[in-house]
């Protein structure tokens, strides 16, 4: 089932880490996404399912890592040294066709309810 199903998150100090988890079946790319009240969603990091190729938002570059578990059909994101600019509500997004751009929202088919990631300073 392509339908992404989230877990993880919560509350956290500044500089500490959390780690989110996505699963999802039948699809090609999955990507985190993460959207504050009155902003776009913004992409944050992507993977190419079964592959070697991940991209990130330049704002998480060496604090976040995006990984997968291909035989569990589960993606993850790793989030350290977290900043309170990053509390947000995360997405996982999953699509079943190949993506030009897979940090584009727009690009995705399927969305997970969302988990929200909240961090103090």
């Known amino acids: 089932q392509v339908q992404p199903m989230e877990s993880g998150g919560g509350s956290v100090q500044a500089g500490g880490s959390l780690r989110l988890s996505c699963t999802a079946s039948q699809c090609t790319y999955m990507g985190w996404f993460r959207q504050t009240p009155g902003k776009e969603r913004e992409g944050v990091a992507t993977i190419y399912v079964g592959d070697d190729y991940r991209d990130y938002a330049d704002s998480v570059k060496g604090r976040f890592t995006i990984s997968q578990n291909s035989a569990k059909n589960t993606v993850y994101l790793d989030m350290n040294s977290l900043k309170p600019e990053d509390s947000a509500m995360y997405y996982c997004?999953?699509?079943?066709?190949?993506?030009?751009?897979?940090?584009?929202?727009?690009?995705?088919?399927?969305w997970g309810q969302g988990t929200q990631v909240t961090v103090s300073s």
């Open positions: 997004a999953a699509s079943r066709f190949l993506l030009n751009n897979p940090l584009h929202k727009g690009e995705y088919q399927y």
